[in-house]
């Protein structure tokens, strides 16, 4: 694909060249709403995926720029950052750490090879993407890495343990970096966490009879849209943590600080989760696709 003409974004309702935004898993679901919302906002948006051709087919009416990226691939972050950051003048502005991936049901049922999966790109692809980012940023003495962490970085969710766990370790890994780069002097750098509570893309919508997948289910279902929009003001302007619906952030932080109170509390997890799944399904029919 041809690298398009990088056009101005608009940060806090002034033009300015804040230079290119990568977005991960951008070929579907979340990552491509993002990318959307990110081109809509005046970023020109490099839209990467492990399936070139389906990354391909979401970056075309988005001005045509993609890439194949397989996010555990130290030396392809660093390649993706670096065509990024040549595209123009304003360099790198903004990395959406966006790919991830799902899986569900008791711990100890997992074999070696999904529980290294999950981590491998959740957190580690995550924070290869970072520091790919970074060490185009700090040259530069401004940027933003925006990691899509989930509601699950911030609580243990039963039933997705192991990918709460690869959350809860992005999390850290970023507000550790965020704190090591102000230490270091550089302000105009930024990393940002946003967790969303559940949302309706492909990662949920096999998910509808899947006792494991309950906590996804126990609050407020997102559209991938309503999400991106809020990616988007993060990305004009930058904060630690962002939790959306803003009241699920609060109420997960709250039963984090009480493990006992929340362990007495999955019963009623498990019945509001699959009283979610149940108005889901009424409101999709038998065909969530």
């Not at 991960?24 to 990110?38: D, N, S």
């Not at 081109?39 to 995926?49: C, E, F, N």
């Not at 943590?241 to 109420?251: F, I, K, M, N």
Request: aromatic share 4%.
């Amino acid at each position: 694909m041809t690298t398009p003409a990088p056009r101005a974004a608009k940060v806090r309702g002034a033009a300015v060249d804040a230079g290119a935004a990568v977005v991960t898993g951008a070929a579907g679901g979340l990552g491509r709403a993002i990318a959307a919302a990110l081109h809509a906002d005046g970023w020109p948006v490099l839209l990467t995926d492990l399936d070139a051709g389906a990354v391909a087919a979401a970056a075309a009416p988005l001005g045509g720029w993609s890439r194949a990226l397989d996010v555990r691939d130290e030396a392809a972050c660093a390649a993706v950052a670096a065509e990024a950051a040549q595209s123009g003048p304003g360099g790198l502005g903004l990395w959406v750490n966006n790919a991830g991936i799902l899986v569900t049901g008791p711990s100890w049922e997992h074999d070696a090879a999904t529980r290294r999966r999950v981590v491998e790109v959740n957190a580690l692809g995550a924070m290869t993407g970072t520091l790919a980012a970074l060490e185009i940023m700090r040259a530069q003495g401004r940027g933003h890495v925006l990691n899509v962490v989930s509601l699950a970085g911030l609580i243990a969710a039963p039933g997705e343990t192991v990918y709460a766990a690869s959350k809860h370790a992005l999390l850290a890994f970023s507000l550790g970096t965020l704190s090591d780069l102000r230490m270091a002097g550089l302000r105009g750098v930024h990393v940002s966490c946003l967790c969303p509570d559940g949302i309706w893309t492909p990662m949920l919508h096999d998910r509808l009879d899947d006792p494991g997948a309950l906590a996804s289910f126990t609050g407020t279902l997102l559209t991938p849209e309503r999400v991106a929009a809020r990616a988007a003001r993060l990305a004009r302007r930058p904060r630690p943590v962002v939790s959306l619906p803003r009241w699920r952030g609060a109420q997960v932080r709250l039963l984090d600080a009480l493990p006992r109170l929340a362990l007495a509390l999955t019963p009623v997890v498990r019945a509001a989760g699959r009283a979610g799944q149940r108005r889901q399904r009424r409101r999709v029919g038998p065909d969530p696709s």
